[in-house]
């Protein structure tokens, strides 16, 4: 059998029938009973519902996922809705874990969530299952991604890759949850041990340039940044929407600030990206995820165009990372600001462009708040405003 991949949407009035028709259809496609279930459901639907019925179908079989702001699979661009995708491997083995209390005991929960790991058991490593990685989705309203990132791989002592995402809620931005089994989980995060043959390919890709000079954050709090270069951030901004001849005030002010955001290189020389959200009465401006004081920032650009491509290029990196002729199918997880941007007929081309890179695989996905990523290639770590392409190999 090697490995398989299938997916599903959901259909129905209610919660339990969306999580049952989307699990029934890919566990039909696939074929075989699922040896790992990911599930994404927008916060229109009671989850715990959709994970009855998605489990009426897979069973005791791991599951984990997330709260999503868009679903998609490689046939249907979707809102408002469930995405099941099935991995059915003779060839793969896979633990799930999670992690609870993250925000006021991040180590704690990362020792629950790996506790049951088996990459360094001497029977994984007799079966050649040398290659691991970490699926992982974590409650986005929590923050702390790259903290996350950073613990999981000093408790797995470096030996994974990662890849994941940060939940979404339809942009509402009021409760982000993970799921895990037959449990919704806020304050938490989720993860599957994925243990292989041939690697994974995992690839991020965003379309965003630099506009402007440098400029240092002088002052933040988390998420919040509240000056730039001993400036309030929106002054900042201000004075750079004049010189494009833009006066930032009112219903302009939020457009204005997601189509340029902040990007920097951290201390590894990695790139990182974060969307600009809102502003604050006080002048600050609240992000997607953190941003570390003393970061040498620029303002970012992009088109619709580029925006439209990055699916397409993380699929191609993560195909040149594979081992082997033919992908399985792929897991796109990806920023909520790219649908808001291209719109779901956008999202629609880009797939079409992922297949171009693929073939006519499985590919299921979801937008929501945040990419996390860290390969043997690079440290990248918590990313906005990205694709993120996670290549399953068919054997």
Same mark, same amino acid.
């Given at each position: 059998m090697a490995t398989r991949m299938a997916t599903g949407v959901g259909k129905g009035d209610a919660g339990f029938e969306h999580g049952r028709t989307a699990a029934q259809t890919a566990v039909d496609e696939v074929g075989a009973p699922p040896n790992l279930v990911l599930v994404f459901a927008s916060?229109?639907?009671?989850?715990? *519902?959709?994970l009855k019925g998605v489990r009426s179908v897979t069973g005791e079989a791991p599951l984990i996922g997330c709260s999503s702001?868009?679903?998609?699979?490689?046939?249907?661009?979707?809102?408002?809705?469930?995405v099941v995708t099935v991995v059915s491997s003779d060839t793969m083995c896979f633990t799930v874990g999670r992690g609870r209390g993250l925000k006021e005991h991040l180590s704690r929960a990362v020792t629950e969530a790996v506790s049951d790991f088996r990459g360094s058991l001497p029977i994984s490593l007799k079966a050649g299952l040398v290659h691991r990685t970490i699926l992982l989705f974590t409650?986005?309203?929590?923050?702390?991604?790259?903290a996350l990132i950073d613990e999981l791989m000093v408790q797995t002592a470096l030996q994974y890759e990662l890849a994941g995402g940060a939940a979404g809620d339809d942009a509402q931005f009021k409760s982000t949850p993970v799921f895990y089994q037959a449990e919704v989980l806020t304050d938490a995060f989720v993860c599957a041990e994925v243990l292989s043959t041939t690697p994974l390919g995992l690839g991020i890709s965003h379309g965003w340039s630099p506009i402007g000079p440098k400029m240092r954050v002088t002052r933040s709090d988390g998420a919040i940044v509240q000056e730039i270069n001993g400036r309030p951030a929106l002054e900042v901004y201000r004075d750079f929407a004049r010189e494009q001849g833009v006066t930032l005030e009112g219903k302009n002010v939020v457009p204005f600030?997601?189509?340029?955001?902040?990007?920097?290189?951290?201390? *590894?020389g990695d790139e990182k990206l974060?969307?600009?959200?809102?502003?604050? *009465?006080?002048?600050?401006?609240?992000?997607?995820? *953190?941003?570390p004081q003393g970061a040498l920032i620029t303002l970012m650009k992009a088109t619709d165009q580029s925006v439209m491509e990055t699916a397409a290029h993380a699929a191609r990196q993560g195909i040149e990372r594979l081992q082997v002729a033919h992908p399985a199918g792929m897991i796109a997880l990806e920023c909520v600001s790219q649908r808001l941007r291209i719109g779901d007929a956008g999202v629609a081309n880009a797939l079409h462009q992922v297949q171009d890179v693929i073939g006519r695989v499985p590919v299921g996905g979801c937008h929501g708040y945040g990419q996390l990523v860290r390969t043997e290639r690079a440290f990248t770590g918590l990313m906005s405003a990205s694709a993120l392409a996670v290549v399953f190999p068919n054997v």
């Amino acid at each position: 059998m090697a490995t398989r991949m299938a997916t599903g949407v959901g259909k129905g009035d209610a919660g339990f029938e969306h999580g049952r028709t989307a699990a029934q259809t890919a566990v039909d496609e696939v074929g075989a009973p699922p040896n790992l279930v990911l599930v994404f459901a927008s916060p229109r639907h009671d989850h715990g *519902e959709v994970l009855k019925g998605v489990r009426s179908v897979t069973g005791e079989a791991p599951l984990i996922g997330c709260s999503s702001a868009g679903e998609f699979t490689e046939q249907d661009v979707v809102s408002e809705s469930v995405v099941v995708t099935v991995v059915s491997s003779d060839t793969m083995c896979f633990t799930v874990g999670r992690g609870r209390g993250l925000k006021e005991h991040l180590s704690r929960a990362v020792t629950e969530a790996v506790s049951d790991f088996r990459g360094s058991l001497p029977i994984s490593l007799k079966a050649g299952l040398v290659h691991r990685t970490i699926l992982l989705f974590t409650d986005a309203l929590v923050g702390g991604g790259e903290a996350l990132i950073d613990e999981l791989m000093v408790q797995t002592a470096l030996q994974y890759e990662l890849a994941g995402g940060a939940a979404g809620d339809d942009a509402q931005f009021k409760s982000t949850p993970v799921f895990y089994q037959a449990e919704v989980l806020t304050d938490a995060f989720v993860c599957a041990e994925v243990l292989s043959t041939t690697p994974l390919g995992l690839g991020i890709s965003h379309g965003w340039s630099p506009i402007g000079p440098k400029m240092r954050v002088t002052r933040s709090d988390g998420a919040i940044v509240q000056e730039i270069n001993g400036r309030p951030a929106l002054e900042v901004y201000r004075d750079f929407a004049r010189e494009q001849g833009v006066t930032l005030e009112g219903k302009n002010v939020v457009p204005f600030l997601m189509e340029h955001i902040i990007g920097w290189l951290d201390q *590894e020389g990695d790139e990182k990206l974060r969307v600009t959200l809102w502003p604050l *009465e006080d002048g600050s401006i609240v992000c997607a995820s *953190e941003i570390p004081q003393g970061a040498l920032i620029t303002l970012m650009k992009a088109t619709d165009q580029s925006v439209m491509e990055t699916a397409a290029h993380a699929a191609r990196q993560g195909i040149e990372r594979l081992q082997v002729a033919h992908p399985a199918g792929m897991i796109a997880l990806e920023c909520v600001s790219q649908r808001l941007r291209i719109g779901d007929a956008g999202v629609a081309n880009a797939l079409h462009q992922v297949q171009d890179v693929i073939g006519r695989v499985p590919v299921g996905g979801c937008h929501g708040y945040g990419q996390l990523v860290r390969t043997e290639r690079a440290f990248t770590g918590l990313m906005s405003a990205s694709a993120l392409a996670v290549v399953f190999p068919n054997v």
